[in-house]
């Protein structure tokens, strides 16, 4: 099936003049029902067509209209309704609200009377609160209460009741933690001599060490067979000693958790100490957080990409 195509590129406005001089009135007005009244480009006036053919009545006279609106519907008749209105009879149906069935005791096995009820009829305010307190009901008790119930404090649970306010509590005072006492040297010397009774090496927040102190404890660790944990958090570890460290893992393989965070290492050194995990693959825990020079995201993606066979767990490695 063919479909024509037309075109207007050699439209004559003059022919279409000349069609629409030879049309009557009746058929321009037909002409005009099939206008689109939304069509933008005609006028306001022009896009409705004349709803009535009648001749003006007169000026318009606003309060005589409305004279002749009230009075012609007075006596225009009402439509007929199917049922005639009577005062006071209900149309339609009647809403009824639906009936509430309240169970009984025999009927719901939930409202039978336990052993419970007694308790709590008999119970004081006081063992409420701190009921209400163990259950974690935290909108009807304050911060205090609630802290001794779970603290096992009830002497300062029926603190106000029901209507108790928080209130601030004095400071409590707490006392700073102990130096780390532990002697580094004598630390070397056990594990030097593999004493059996040396399992865990901690020299936290020593910050007097020397670096050929350090370097001296990690290699007099490269022959031990009992120490298990070696914790130096906060000893001022630099690279050097972080290299010795390497040599210290690759060497011993009793070793299973290592810590040295809070020092001074940089990213290439970590990675050696990542690195020399591979080896033995005796390490489960590894801290190695909160070093002084930030470590890099290209540092980590080496890591990722060269020794993605690492297995155990490295704790907070990667945090600033």
Not at 75 to 90: I, L, R, T
Request: glycine letters at 4%.
């Amino acid at each position: 099936m063919t479909t024509a195509k037309t075109s207007n590129e050699h439209f004559d406005m003059d022919d279409f003049d000349s069609l629409l001089d030879g049309l009557t009135a009746e058929e321009l007005d037909k002409i005009n029902d099939f206008v689109d009244p939304e069509n933008s480009y005609l006028p306001a006036g022009d896009r409705c067509k004349p709803q009535t053919n009648k001749a003006a009545t007169g000026p318009y006279n606003r309060n005589q209209l409305l004279e002749f609106l009230t009075e012609q519907g007075k006596n225009e008749k009402d439509w007929d309704e199917q049922k005639p209105y009577v005062a006071g009879e209900k149309r339609g149906k009647v809403w009824e609200p639906a009936a509430v069935v309240t169970p009984t005791t025999e009927e719901d096995d939930f409202l039978a009377p336990t052993e419970w009820d007694d308790v709590l009829t008999n119970a004081s305010e006081t063992e409420i609160v701190e009921l209400a307190a163990i259950l974690g009901f935290t909108g009807l008790i304050n911060q205090v209460q609630y802290h001794a119930a779970v603290m096992d404090k009830a002497s300062s649970v029926n603190s106000g009741g029901w209507n108790a306010a928080a209130k601030a509590e004095p400071l409590r005072i707490v006392p700073p933690e102990p130096d780390n006492t532990t002697n580094v040297e004598d630390c070397i010397k056990k594990a030097s001599a593999n004493d059996k009774e040396l399992i865990r090496i901690n020299i936290n927040n020593i910050r007097d060490v020397k670096v050929d102190v350090l370097k001296d404890l990690l290699n007099a660790l490269k022959e031990n067979t009992y120490v298990e944990v070696l914790e130096m958090v906060n000893v001022g570890m630099t690279d050097s000693v972080g290299r010795s460290l390497v040599e210290l893992i690759e060497a011993n393989t009793t070793l299973k958790t290592v810590n040295a965070e809070s020092n001074r290492l940089t990213g290439p050194v970590i990675t050696e100490i990542v690195r020399s995990t591979l080896k033995n693959q005796t390490i489960i825990e590894l801290r190695l957080s909160n070093q002084v020079k930030s470590f890099c995201l290209f540092i980590y993606l080496s890591i990722l990409r060269r020794e993605n066979n690492i297995r155990f767990e490295l704790v907070g490695m990667f945090k600033k």
